[in-house]
């Protein structure tokens, strides 16, 4: 059931039958889906998706798995030189997990396209069989449909502007774990999170306010 409603009707002791919360929680869904996203708190949904960086010489191709907490828009990316399941599920285990479990917070819903490396039977996908483990529910994109990933498309569109187009026109990479280095460096970067860039803006303060509401402990992560 969307949030707000949730609110609307614990707040005026609104009974729904069966079916009705049945027909709600199908249509938050299908909104979910078509790019509709209203989410409740850090973890209520993440978003993620693949952008493909470019050729690098004496690597060769580069894909960006990125991943994005649609409600404090807290921003992870990594490299790779493939495009496949293990690479998505690893995105995930190595950077957004750990972040996460930090701070005690669930990722109850993951939204991604209808790629390969997202979707396919659980028993012989590992990023399928990585989102079971963790009880992890996913979302994907309406089939056939103009709608996008949007909060990863804005994410990519800004960081192929500032970083990819501006570094590779000043430095040869003779590596990804040296673009990665870099990449790294630009999204830790305090000065950047707190640009007009929405993806990064009050990501810290988000989070915070989420953690004392729950009553926790004050503490000061790392933006990514």
């Known amino acids: 059931m969307p949030y707000r409603l949730r609110k609307q009707v614990a707040e005026n002791g609104i009974i729904l039958t069966e079916e009705q919360v049945a027909a709600l929680e199908r249509k938050k869904h299908d909104d979910e889906a078509c790019g509709e996203i209203e989410t409740a708190h850090p973890g209520y949904l993440g978003s993620q998706d693949t952008f493909y960086v470019g050729n690098l010489k004496g690597v060769g191709r580069i894909y960006q798995q990125t991943f994005v907490d649609t409600y404090s828009k807290v921003a992870f990316a990594k490299l ?96 990804i774990e040296e673009l990665q280095k870099d990449l790294d460096e630009l999204l830790q970067q305090s000065s950047y999170s707190s640009r007009k860039n929405v993806l990064w803006q009050n990501a810290y303060r988000n989070i915070r306010g989420w953690e004392i509401n729950l009553g926790r402990k004050e503490s000061s992560p790392d933006i990514i």
Not at 137 to 145: L, N, P, V, Y
């Open 80 to 175: 790779y030189t493939t495009k496949t399941p293990i690479t998505a599920a690893d995105m995930l285990n190595d950077k957004f997990l750990p972040f996460f479990e930090a701070h005690e917070l669930p990722m109850l819903r993951i939204l991604t396209d209808r790629g390969t490396e997202y979707c396919g039977r659980v028993e012989q996908h590992d990023y399928q069989l990585y989102l079971a483990i963790n009880e992890i529910d996913h979302t994907k994109t309406k089939a056939m449909s103009p709608q996008t990933n949007g909060i990863c498309e804005r994410f990519h569109k800004t960081i192929l502007n500032e970083f990819y187009q501006v570094t590779f026109r000043k430095k040869l990479y003779g590596s």
